[in-house]
């Protein structure tokens, strides 16, 4: 009798968290409020803004800056395959984010400004100048500190942090290495007799220098604010700086090791000299890649994109995270389509548009406006589309769970599924004769970035000859001939 409860009692159990799965999958209804402005409050309700990133919290503020980072929230969470937060970081003129590293991957994109990012790449100090549209990578694990360099000019930043290799589930941490009372130094956790030994000076040396930094994780340089441990610090010569950094992950000043690369100079000054042209290579993890410089893998009069993967940019192989921006004109449209093999974390940049998402069912799971500096996220698998404002362009920027070459599958427009696949199947599924479908599917000649209805009526046709040239798969296939 006891173990006829017993079973009993993990049937109940059983058929609780079916019915909680359920209502989570199925309708994912219980949304969570938060900050951050776009949700559309109007007759669809909070539940139609499931994907629109609302949970933003501050992790660091101070006089010169502050970083704050938004994650999905709710029952949608647990549909992203990889673990990402979005971070927002501004910096003050003249400020420093003092050195530290993290237990998970960033990609900074420069949003506005100028900065001086000095990071560990191979044992040896890097520093790199950042400008507007520049993405620059850093590893978990790795040493970096960022300078605002920018003239009378705030800095901002916009960071995915990728936290597959975190200490916490869906949290990062930072661990500093320079502060003092705030924040404090990893260095603190050991003794001053340790340190000492440790950095062969003074117990006394080492108490001045950890009691020093009082001003956050986010200091001025350089003027009244200024501590003058960082403005010594950023005045150093490289290799100087790199031997600082060195003793205080290693605890000891070692001889830096060169790396002799003088053949590859050599080799490389001669194909200049004698013209034999480079075959094209990937940005090395080092180097910064700017997304406004490159070329639209697809433009037309209504919009452009661009889609960077690990074969562009090889430092998004190690973090394995996609980077995109995309740019439509006053009402024109991102084709309805879905990504088959990454969830899409999207920031607007510019204007306001809508973001319209679809479950696996049919329904709709959100239908919500969007303004600068909201977030959104779409599952892998969701068909989604978005649409600009009719007042204005709307610029939306992002990041994809996935490094390989994304190839998004078009439900509508002229390379779309439906048209790839068009034949009596198709018509027969949707209950209709073939010469419907036909019209149906072929009215649309434009493809990827649609226009507006004022702009395109579904009566207009164009040439046959333009619509032949546009490719059958993914948004990097289009539009490179004659942009």
């Not at 109007?42 to 006089?63: A, I, P, W, Y």
């Not at 000492?196 to 220098?209: L, P």
């Not at 969007?370 to 892998?380: A, M």
């Not at 019209?439 to 046709?461: F, K």
Request: hydrophobic share 35%; aromatic share 10%.
């Amino acid at each position: 009798m006891r173990k006829g409860a017993r079973e009993l009692l993990w049937w109940v159990v059983i058929l609780i968290i079916g019915c909680a799965v359920g209502r989570a999958l199925g309708h994912l209804e219980e949304g969570e409020g938060g900050g951050g402005g776009g949700g559309d409050q109007g007759s669809q309700g909070r539940d139609h803004e499931l994907f629109l990133m609302h949970d933003s919290k501050q992790m660091v503020r101070t006089d010169a800056g502050e970083m704050r980072v938004v994650r999905s929230s709710g029952a949608g969470r647990s549909m992203a395959e990889k673990p990402m937060h979005v971070g927002f970081i501004t910096m003050e003129p003249k400020s420093l984010f003092i050195p530290q590293y993290l237990d998970s991957s960033l990609i900074l994109f420069i949003r506005r400004g100028e900065a001086k990012v000095g990071s560990i790449y191979k044992d040896e100090l890097v520093e790199k100048q950042l400008k507007i549209g520049d993405l620059y990578a850093i590893p978990a694990g790795s040493a970096f500190y960022l300078v605002n360099t920018g003239e009378g000019q705030r800095l901002h930043i916009i960071c995915s942090i990728d936290m597959s290799e975190s200490l916490q589930m869906n949290n990062f941490q930072s661990f500093f290495l320079g502060g003092g009372t705030y924040p404090t130094s990893i260095l603190n956790g050991f003794s001053p007799e340790t340190l000492s030994t440790a950095f062969n000076v003074t117990t006394s040396e080492v108490e001045e220098m950890m009691s020093g930094q009082g001003g956050g994780p986010i200091v001025f340089v350089k003027d009244s604010h200024q501590p003058s441990t960082w403005a010594k610090f950023l005045e150093m010569k490289n290799q100087d700086k790199f031997k600082h950094l060195k003793r205080i992950l290693m605890g000891f000043d070692g001889e830096i090791e060169q790396k002799s690369d003088g053949a590859w100079s050599w080799r490389k000054l001669l194909k200049v000299v004698i013209g034999i042209p480079d075959k094209k290579q990937p940005v090395e993890p080092n180097e910064p890649y700017n997304l406004y410089n490159r070329k639209p893998d697809f433009k037309n009069s209504y919009g452009w994109s661009v889609a960077l993967d690990d074969s562009d940019y090889s430092a998004l192989s190690n973090s394995g995270i996609g980077v995109y921006i995309v740019h439509l004109t006053a009402g024109s449209m991102m084709a309805p389509h879905l990504n088959p093999t990454a969830t899409e974390f999207g920031i607007a940049l510019e204007g306001a548009g809508r973001v319209k998402i679809v479950f696996p069912n049919g329904t709709s799971a959100m239908d919500a406006k969007v303004n600068e500096g909201d977030v959104f996220w779409v599952p892998r698998y969701f068909p989604f589309c978005q649409t600009a404002s009719r007042s204005g362009p709307f610029e939306f920027f992002g990041f994809t769970t996935s490094a390989r070459r994304n190839r998004p599958q078009f439900l509508a427009g002229a390379n779309s599924l439906l048209k790839t696949m068009r034949g009596s199947e198709f018509a027969m599924a949707f209950g209709a004769n073939e010469k419907m479908y036909d019209h149906i599917v072929n009215s649309q000649r434009e493809a990827v970035i649609l226009p507006s209805a004022d702009v395109s009526p579904p009566d207009e046709r164009k040439k046959e000859e333009i619509a032949e040239r546009v490719p059958k798969l993914g948004i990097r296939e289009f539009g490179n001939d004659g942009f």
